[in-house]
């Protein structure tokens, strides 16, 4: 079955920076795009990057455009999700997706950015 494991995530003063990973299984993660999402207290969950099966990225959220870099390894079977210059409003839990028919969701890591 499928199955996203995200890591990475703490707590990180602003202008830091963390690099999430998913690591993926129980599909043939080459051939999928792969996606971030992210969910702040009391706000939707979001899109925040995506990458195509070759590795061209698809999307950046406005609010993350140059700082964050969405990356894949298909040897791996893992997406990765580098964040610099965190800023406070990028406090969330991350979510890496897939969608194959239906939305594939991990258990999400705890991003915390705060002074």
């Known amino acids: 079955q499928v199955q996203l494991v995200e890591s990475g995530g703490g707590l990180v003063h602003p202008g830091g920076s963390l690099r999430l990973s998913c690591a993926a299984s129980?599909?043939?993660?080459?051939?999928?795009?792969m996606n971030w999402y992210r969910q702040a207290p009391g706000k939707e969950r979001e899109l925040v990057a995506s990458?195509?099966?070759?590795?061209?990225?698809?999307k950046y959220a406005d609010s993350v455009k140059g700082r964050f870099t969405i990356s894949r390894d298909n040897a791996k079977n893992t997406v990765y999700l580098q964040m610099n210059s965190l800023k406070p409003e990028d406090t969330a839990v991350y979510y890496c997706?897939?969608?194959?028919?239906?939305?594939?969701w991990g258990q999400g890591t705890q991003v915390t950015v705060s002074s």
């Open positions: 129980g599909f043939d993660f080459r051939n999928y795009v």
């Open positions: 997706n897939l969608n194959r028919g239906c939305d594939y």
């Open positions: 990458i195509s099966v070759t590795g061209a990225v698809l």
